[in-house]
């Protein structure tokens, strides 16, 4: 009889233990599983970029920035930081909390001019993503006769005038006051030759002035998880003319 109650507790506390194996088994299956949907959701969720670049001709500078949010909407979204931190054309870009829901990256450099311009980072997957920027641009301009007339307008000729979609040409005509009018052309447009209407004169004072023109370029992508809207903008060095009656 002894050795019968011996036997019986012998197969309860086995069974007890096979109970428990599976139980904690379970237990660390459930544990991954949740851990891969933690991981799966943090990798897919929508990331947005935003890359901005500005070269000044006459100073050969560059500046460059770089932030992001992530989340299933802009309107939801969070600042999103990468922990190897983003590149500009290979320099590492210091980085700023500009404030609780923003934090950007910067790069100022001397540079030529020498498009395309590239960031690059490793998402949370450790997989490379890098965005080219990129624009072509005029090399030289002028005021057709180095005078305009308030009277009749005047002409702009670039050496390469033409826009594609998303660029944008602004003329930016300062008087010797300092005081300014702006002529916009948006792409596309194939020419070379830009009108000043008389109107836009209107307000300058005549005598010397002063001609800067700006290219800019926007660009609005979607990727599986991405969504990156971008901008470049091409500051000319100055052409002088003088504005007529």
Do not use: W
């Amino acid at each position: 009889m002894r050795l019968l109650v011996l036997t019986l507790i012998m197969k309860v506390r086995k069974m007890t233990d096979i109970f428990t194996y599976c139980s904690f088994f379970l237990l660390c299956i459930g544990v991954i599983s949740c851990r891969e949907a933690v991981i799966e959701q943090e990798t897919t969720a929508k990331v947005f970029a935003n890359y901005y670049v500005r070269y000044q001709q006459a100073e050969e500078k560059v500046k460059a920035q770089a932030s992001f949010l992530s989340g299933d909407s802009i309107a939801v979204a969070q600042p999103k930081i990468f922990l190897g931190g983003v590149s500009f054309q290979g320099q590492a870009m210091q980085s700023r909390e500009l404030r609780s829901d923003l934090t950007r990256y910067e790069l100022d450099a001397t540079t030529e001019f020498n498009p395309p311009f590239q960031f690059k980072f490793k998402d949370d997957g450790r997989k490379t993503q890098e965005f080219l920027l990129n624009l072509e641009t005029f090399t030289d301009f002028s005021v057709k006769d180095k005078k305009v007339s308030k009277s009749e307008g005047g002409e702009v000729l670039l050496d390469r005038g033409a826009l594609q979609s998303g660029e944008r040409l602004i003329f930016l005509l300062i008087d010797h006051k300092n005081k300014t009018s702006t002529q916009t052309f948006d792409g596309p447009l194939a020419q070379s030759q830009f009108v000043i209407p008389k109107e836009k004169l209107a307000a300058l004072a005549a005598g010397k002035a002063q001609l800067y023109i700006v290219k800019r370029k926007d660009e609005r992508i979607k990727r599986s998880n991405m969504e990156i809207s971008a901008t470049i903008e091409y500051y000319s060095t100055s052409k002088e003319f003088e504005i007529l009656e």
